[in-house]
């Protein structure tokens, strides 16, 4: 059965940082662009960052530029977004995801074939 958990979330005040771990298994994940995503209440579901299947290419929505880092360990089995200077605006769930075929570049909302059940993130005081 293929998995994708999430960790690492919970509550940090801001500009703390958090370091979220997307595990995966049941399938080789190894060869495939992996991403996160976040949904906030009320709001859809949005990009965050993504990584190619080689961990050569990396992407980011432009709220995560400078403050977010995405990477896979040497085993391409963990996926981590470092997440630094959290606001209070970056309080939602968060999501890790891969895309639908092997040796892609990128992970978006249109073409992510698995998800995670989720983490939630609160950045308050």
């Known amino acids: 059965q293929m998995q994708l958990v999430e960790s690492g979330g919970g509550l940090v005040q801001p500009g703390g940082s958090l370091r979220l771990v997307c595990a995966t298994s049941?399938?080789?994940?190894?060869?495939?662009?992996m991403g996160w995503f976040r949904q906030a209440p009320g709001k859809e579901r949005e990009f965050v960052a993504t990584?190619?299947?080689?961990?050569?290419?990396?992407s980011y929505a432009d709220s995560a530029k400078g403050r977010f880092i995405i990477s896979r360990d040497a085993t391409k089995t963990l996926v981590f977004l470092e997440m630094n200077g959290l606001k209070a605006e970056d309080t939602a769930i968060y999501y890790c995801a891969a895309g639908q075929s092997p040796y892609g570049h990128e992970v978006t909302i249109y073409n992510a074939g698995y998800w995670g059940q989720g983490i939630q993130v609160t950045v308050a005081s």
């Open positions: 990584i190619s299947y080689n961990g050569d290419r990396t």
């Open positions: 049941g399938h080789s994940f190894s060869n495939y662009a």
